[in-house]
């Protein structure tokens, strides 16, 4: 494991969108929209950063399953992660856009996968606090 400056750039990028994710979820009136969008994009950020520090080249993709997949080959531990990271990903550009919303229910479970995410790159990467 090689947590170099860029893989901490990773690393902080996708901790302002969860702290951006939370900030959205306790104001008035909570924009569930965006919550999951910043969500999406924290877990994005999350799976590059373990991906660049066990030596990957990640994607240019917004695809969370296509990067927990390749995490999960280079470490099984992503595997519990694969039933819980569903829906994660169309935050990213379904309800970007008109037509399509999304509701407080799953935003507030799109919170719940990213913290998951969150978790487990910090525990691989042996981030603390």
């Not at 919550?35 to 994009?41: A, L, R, V, Y």
């Not at 994005?44 to 520090?53: D, G, I, N, T």
């Not at 008109?98 to 935003?107: H, L, R, T």
Request: hydrophobic share 45%; aromatic share 8%; charged share 25%.
């Amino acid at each position: 494991m090689n947590v170099t400056p860029e893989v901490m750039d990773w690393v902080r990028k996708a901790e302002d969108d969860l702290l951006a994710s939370r900030r959205v979820a306790e104001g008035t009136p909570p924009l569930p929209d965006q919550i999951g969008f910043f969500c999406q994009q924290a877990a994005e950020k999350y799976l590059k950063a373990f991906l660049l520090a066990v030596g990957q080249s990640p994607p240019r993709t917004h695809d969370v399953d296509v990067l927990l997949e390749m995490c999960a080959v280079e470490d099984p531990a992503f595997e519990r992660l694969r039933p819980m990271v569903g829906g994660l990903t169309e935050f990213a550009v379904v309800f970007r856009y008109p037509g399509e919303w999304s509701d407080m229910a799953a935003a507030s479970q799109a919170l719940i996968k990213a913290r998951e995410i969150q978790t487990l790159v910090r525990k691989k990467l042996r981030l603390t606090a």
